[in-house]
């Protein structure tokens, strides 16, 4: 019914009102014909995220499998020492990308995936600027869509960190008003099919949601975000970047990750190349 933007949309609505307005000072926007399929409809794009299988050679995860849990905190010492395994001509990559792309492939070789295997990782891109004109102020409905970069296991383990960042780029900038219309219809098609999930591994970024200036009158939250973080709602494919401080009261990005106990040792093991190394470690 609502994506992560509306909901906060409807919490701070809410807290306004607590707070004594008689009104939000956003008017909530209901149009989901705006969003409606086409007549008739029309995939005109490639939506991989959405393969009926993406693989026969691989077992995905076992969801009962002993999991372990972590957090990893990325702040600006992190980030600037994975930003310089970064070409010249991808310096400046977003740091979603960049911790995307870090994450995607140090699972991978953590999870000893078939070099053969087609791997992909999907993120939610939010489509309310995307068409034109853009959803009006005070939309409540869900306006966002999954992008998918993919490749095999083989390429994205073997090729250094700029590869996985250019992939990324690349699906992103594929999100058009066309694709993302293209997507509408294929709900329609295909009736609403959930996302390929294997051989996947899907991120969400919420360190711009802005939970955390919800208020009810009793001053801020002290936390704003996923309700289940430990692997969100899908346990070992799915990651939230959620907005946190280290104890140095440093400003960073905190990422759950959930894999089978033997593969998140080998997943710490990769990321540590990375992270303490530094870019004179081989990749």
């Not at 026969?56 to 310089?84: C, H, K």
């Not at 296991?153 to 780029?169: D, F, I, M, S, T």
């Not at 009158?217 to 973080?229: H, N, V």
């Amino acid at each position: 019914m609502s994506d992560t933007n509306g909901l906060v949309q409807f919490m701070m609505a809410m807290g306004e009102m607590a707070r004594g307005a008689c009104t939000p000072s956003i008017l909530p926007v209901w149009q989901r014909h705006l969003l409606q399929a086409r007549d008739p409809t029309q995939v005109t794009c490639m939506h991989r995220e959405y393969d009926d299988m993406a693989s026969t050679i691989v077992v995905p995860i076992q969801l009962n499998d002993d999991m372990a849990y972590r957090t990893i905190f990325f702040g600006s010492t992190e980030v600037s020492t994975l930003r310089r395994f970064m070409p010249h001509h991808l310096k400046q990559c977003s740091t979603f990308e960049l911790l995307t792309a870090c994450l995607w492939r140090c699972r991978t070789i953590a999870l000893q995936t078939n070099p053969q295997e087609e791997v992909r990782v999907l993120s939610v891109v939010n489509a309310r600027d995307k068409f034109k004109p853009p959803l009006p102020n005070g939309y409540y409905g869900n306006a966002c869509a999954f992008y998918v970069a993919l490749t095999t296991a083989g390429k994205l383990c073997k090729n250094p960190l700029g590869y996985a960042v250019e992939l990324l780029k690349k699906a992103k900038n594929n999100v058009t008003e066309e694709y993302l219309r293209s997507a509408i219809d294929l709900m329609i098609i295909k009736g609403r099919p959930h996302f390929c999930w294997v051989g996947s591994y899907l991120v969400s970024d919420v360190t711009r949601t802005k939970f955390g200036e919800v208020e009810f009158g009793w001053g801020k939250p002290f936390y704003g975000g996923p309700a289940k973080g430990e692997g969100g709602p899908l346990p070992g494919v799915s990651s939230f970047y959620i907005p946190s401080k280290n104890s140095k009261g440093e400003n960073g990005i905190l990422v759950p990750i959930s894999l089978p106990v033997q593969a998140l040792e080998r997943f710490e093991n990769q990321l540590n190349i990375l992270l303490v190394e530094g870019p004179t470690s081989h990749l």
